[in-house]
């Protein structure tokens, strides 16, 4: 699974909307848009802004792994 299909299928388990998590992220909805639909990948600055939101690992969101958990 790639960035845009985990974006995507975290966003979608979790019931928020592209509006919610742009704001409560901090980048525009039209940039999270191009994410979900694999046109742009993220800046490392908004991979680690979207993995501390969702809670889970870089290493998931980019769907190296299937384990979300962060370790801390």
Not at 25 to 49: A, H, M, Q, W
């Amino acid at each position: 699974m790639d960035f845009a299909q985990r974006l995507t299928e975290i966003m979608e388990i979790r019931g928020l909307t592209a509006y919610r998590v742009s704001k409560d992220v901090g980048i525009s909805d039209s940039l999270l848009g191009y994410y979900r639909s694999g046109k742009n990948d993220p800046s490392s600055e908004n991979l680690l802004k979207l993995a501390e939101y969702f809670d889970v690992s870089v290493d998931y969101l980019l769907g190296r792994t299937e384990r979300s958990e962060v370790n801390r």
